[in-house]
Nanobody
């Protein structure tokens, strides 16, 4: 079955860095785009970044552009989110996502989430 396992979160001071990882299994990883989302307390889940199946195309939310980098290693079935210059407003649970739906449909799978807390 499809499984996404998120890891790498933690407590970091403002201005610090973290790298999140998502290990995928149960589907043909190298043929699907992968995304990261986040959900802060009391807020809706929001898009953070997406990477195409080969890694050649990426897109970011305006709030993280220039600070976060999404990447993938198809040999390891893993997608990463490198986060730099972290701010308190980046505090959230971060989720890995894959949409296995056909064109025009969604069939979303989510990781269990990893907590990122930015605080001094």
């Amino acid at each position: 079955q499809v499984q996404l396992v998120d890891s790498g979160g933690g407590l970091v001071q403002p201005g610090g860095s973290l790298r999140l990882s998502c290990l995928a299994s149960g589907f043909s990883f190298s043929t699907y785009a992968m995304s990261w989302y986040r959900q802060a307390p009391g807020k809706e889940r929001e898009f953070v970044a997406v990477i195409g199946s080969t890694g050649g195309v990426t897109n970011y939310a305006k709030s993280v552009k220039g600070r976060f980098t999404i990447s993938r290693d198809n040999a390891k079935n893993t997608v990463y989110l490198q986060m730099k210059s972290l701010r308190p407003e980046d505090t959230a649970v971060y989720y890995c996502n894959v949409n296995l739906g056909t064109v025009g449909t969604r069939n979303d799978y989510w990781g269990q989430g990893t907590q990122v807390t930015v605080s001094s």
